[in-house]
């Protein structure tokens, strides 16, 4: 299910820095070379069918690249 952020990431904490990533032959083919962190934080987000909750999202983040690959992982409400 697709969703869209409406309120601003906080309690934003580093999951895994570099080679310790699973997916970072792939962050770097596909996006480009960069220092990779994968983080995680809460926000508002909006489901397609309407609904708004807390959760807490997974995402990619790269210095001149930006944050990438946004996931859903729990419902926090």
Same mark, same amino acid.
């Not at 309120?7 to 310790?20: L, P, R």
């Not at 926000?43 to 690249?65: F, K, M, P, T, V």
């Given at each position: 299910?697709?969703?869209?952020?409406?309120?601003?990431? *906080?309690?934003?904490?580093?999951?895994?820095? $570099?080679?310790?990533? /699973?997916?970072?032959a792939r962050l770097r083919k596909q996006y480009g070379q960069g220092r990779w962190r994968k983080l995680k934080g *809460?926000?508002?987000?909006?489901?397609?069918? $309407?609904?708004?909750? /807390?959760?807490?999202?997974?995402?990619?983040?790269?210095?001149?690249?930006?944050?990438?690959?946004?996931?859903?992982?729990?419902?926090?409400?």
């Open positions: 299910m697709s969703f869209e952020i409406i309120s601003e990431i *906080t309690d934003v904490e580093i999951i895994a820095v $570099g080679n310790a990533i /699973r997916e970072i *809460t926000a508002l987000i909006r489901l397609s069918n $309407g609904r708004i909750h /807390r959760a807490e999202l997974h995402w990619y983040e790269a210095h001149g690249i930006g944050k990438k690959e946004f996931k859903r992982k729990r419902y926090l409400d």
